[in-house]
């Protein structure tokens, strides 16, 4: 089992991202008197879940591959990561006001 330390040296991201994937249910662990743990086949299956190739193929080990493990963090980060505070997502406005004429 993985410590939170342990994984996010091996997915080169900051704990404390993983622990706001933990309190959101967005990465697989498990919660054991208060400590968070991770089943390094369980983050290996999950990251394979971001390789439109791996679905279909038996799981392996990206250890031995850095680029694929670079590559399918890249993906995670963009399907969990919220924008930065100050950054918005394009969205269309409730009220139908984005028009950019300057009428307010």
């Known amino acids: 089992m993985l ?3 342990e994984l996010s040296a091996w997915l080169n991201i900051k704990p404390s991202t993983l622990y706001l994937w933990v309190s959101q249910n967005k990465i697989p662990c498990r919660r054991i008197h208060g400590l968070v743990r991770f089943e390094p086949e369980a983050i290996q299956a ?5 390789s439109s190739t791996s679905r279909h193929s038996p799981p392996r080990l990206l250890r031995h591959h850095p680029d694929d493990v670079d590559h399918l963090i890249v993906q995670a980060k963009r399907a ?3 924008p930065r505070h100050g950054e918005t997502r394009p969205t269309a406005s ?7 004429d300057g009428a307010r």
Not at 94 to 100: A, D, Q, R, V, Y
């Open 94 to 100: 409730p009220l139908g006001k984005e028009s950019n």
């Open 46 to 50: 999950w990251l394979n879940g971001f």
């Open 3 to 5: 410590t939170i330390k």
């Open 80 to 82: 969990i990561y919220t």
